[in-house]
Nanobody, 121 residues
Framework: QLVEFGGGSVQAGGSLTLSCAAS????????VGWFRQAPGKEREGVAS?????????TYADSVKGRFTISRDNNKNTLYLQMNSLKPEDTAMYYC????????????????RGQGTQVTVS
């Protein structure tokens, strides 16, 4: 199970931090990530954090330099620090998990949460 927290409304240029609490699987053995979906738009991969020894992170070009993904395997929690938010970042944000990272194909994530709304005005 994946449960997201931390969404809300913020002005352009502001910051938000999303959290995702995981349970029911061995969190440290999974790639985890975030994707988003705005009304009328396709699902978009945002960031992923692999479970390999290097802890490989990958970001969509649209968020590079502004968003930071991190994970705490001791707390089974995934985070997304979002800075310099833009109106085009407005979307429902979902955390996801799988044995493979699917940032380029976000519809392929095996597990996902219910989402948390982020609105930037």
């Amino acid at each position: 199970q994946l449960v997201e927290f931390g969404g809300g409304s913020v002005q352009a240029g502001g910051s938000l931090t999303l959290s995702c609490a995981a349970s029911g699987f061995t969190f440290s053995d999974y790639c985890v990530g975030w994707f988003r979906q705005a009304p009328g738009k396709e699902r978009e991969g945002v960031a992923s954090f692999d479970y390999d020894s290097d802890g490989t992170t990958t970001y969509a070009d649209s968020v590079k330099g502004r968003f930071t993904i991190s994970r705490d395997n001791n707390k089974n929690t995934l985070y997304l620090q979002m800075n310099s938010l833009k109106p085009e970042d407005t979307a429902m944000y979902y955390c996801a998990a799988d044995r493979q990272c699917w940032i380029a194909l976000p519809m392929n994530w095996d597990h996902r949460g219910q989402g948390t709304q982020v609105t930037v005005s």
